[in-house]
């Protein structure tokens, strides 16, 4: 049975965030794929890879264009949609993309982990390139960068216009312990635990595909 | 201390409406992703609605408050995500520590 011909899958209540960091341009097909699947919902915004490479940021194109996908699906449809990441988005090769599961609150058994966690980090514009620096000294690399908006602040006016202070998120996908220490190190680095500096929130993830260390195949 | 992330999908412009209410209830701080969404059943040409993804992270004795504050606010139904938080860092300004 083609894609064309088989029926839309009635659509079940959300316990899991896919999140999808897939090739600019890619993010649309991605949702349509999901939501074909029976995902309950799924927006798509752009975003920044920033995987090292000496060549690219000799040439100063270190950057590349992505699209982070946020599905959320029921757990009975991650296996599927895992073999669409793997079959579509070609996700179990190296330098394609990464996606990974969060158990959400609604999930059963959201305590059952593996042994990586992702990361939200939220820090003025400007300042993802100091995370990052961060990140790269103990060895945390390939996070994504996205461009976001503060709300804490959101009721300033000037002339007439809300001002809206300009952010940005690092996520990024690791082993857990790092990750975990990596937030005392980035609140000494950065004073995130003065008010306005940031903040950094770590994830339990329980299911991951197309993480690589070093062109070698990851979890 | 347990911890939460809420993940609110609003239209467009309507994040500003949603920060106001999170913050009556409790919240001190949002940060808004512009994404788009996918329509339910793709069309030959894409159209696809602009979204503000609002993200806030709470205690998770405020999140009820919180939720049922911004439900409140929209006529139309809203959609709510919640993710466990395993652990933070920059939050001491709104009561909360490392490993609370």
């Known amino acids: ?219 | 201390m347990e911890k939460r992330m809420l993940m609110i999908s609003v239209p467009l412009g309507k994040a500003e409406r949603v920060v106001q209410l999170a913050n009556q209830a409790g919240a001190r701080g949002a940060t808004i992703l512009h994404t788009r969404e996918a329509l339910p059943e793709p069309k030959s040409f894409q159209l696809e609605p602009q979204r503000d993804l609002v993200l806030i992270v709470t205690r998770v004795e405020r999140q009820k408050d919180i939720e049922e504050s911004i439900r409140g606010g929209f006529e139309q139904a809203i959609k709510i995500y919640c993710v466990p938080v395993l652990d933070s860092v920059g939050m001491a300004h709104h009561g909360l520590q490392i490993n609370d």
């Not at chain 1, 461009?147 to 001002?163: E, H, Q, R, V």
């Not at chain 1, 996908?173 to 003065?194: H, N, R, T, Y």
């Open chain 1, 1 to 219: 049975m083609n894609k064309e011909q088989k029926p839309m899958t009635t659509k079940k209540p959300a316990d899991i965030l896919l999140a999808s960091v897939v090739t600019r341009g890619k993010g649309s097909q991605l949702m349509n794929l999901l939501k074909h699947e029976g995902a309950s919902y799924a927006v798509c915004t752009f975003a920044e890879g920033t995987i090292p490479s000496h060549i690219l940021n000799m040439l100063g194109i270190a950057k590349t264009k992505k699209e982070l996908v946020f599905a959320f699906i029921d757990q009975s449809i991650e296996a599927q949609c895992y073999q669409i990441l793997a079959k579509e988005m070609k996700l179990d090769h190296p330098g394609h993309g990464v996606a990974f599961s969060i158990p959400l609150c609604s999930h059963p058994n959201h305590q059952d982990e593996t042994d990586l966690a992702a990361t939200f980090i939220i820090v003025d514009e400007g300042k993802g390139e100091d995370v990052l620096d961060v990140l790269d000294e103990l060895g945390l690399r390939g996070g994504t960068l996205i461009n976001a908006f503060g709300g804490a602040s959101m009721t300033d006016i000037l002339f007439d216009m809300p001002i809206q202070p300009e952010k940005e998120v690092i996520f990024m996908v690791a082993p857990k312990e790092p990750l975990i220490d990596m937030l005392g190190v980035l609140d000494d680095k950065l004073d995130l635990s003065q008010p306005h500096q940031g903040i950094a929130v770590t994830f339990a993830i329980s299911r991951a595909i197309g993480l690589y260390s070093e062109g070698k195949k990851g979890k």
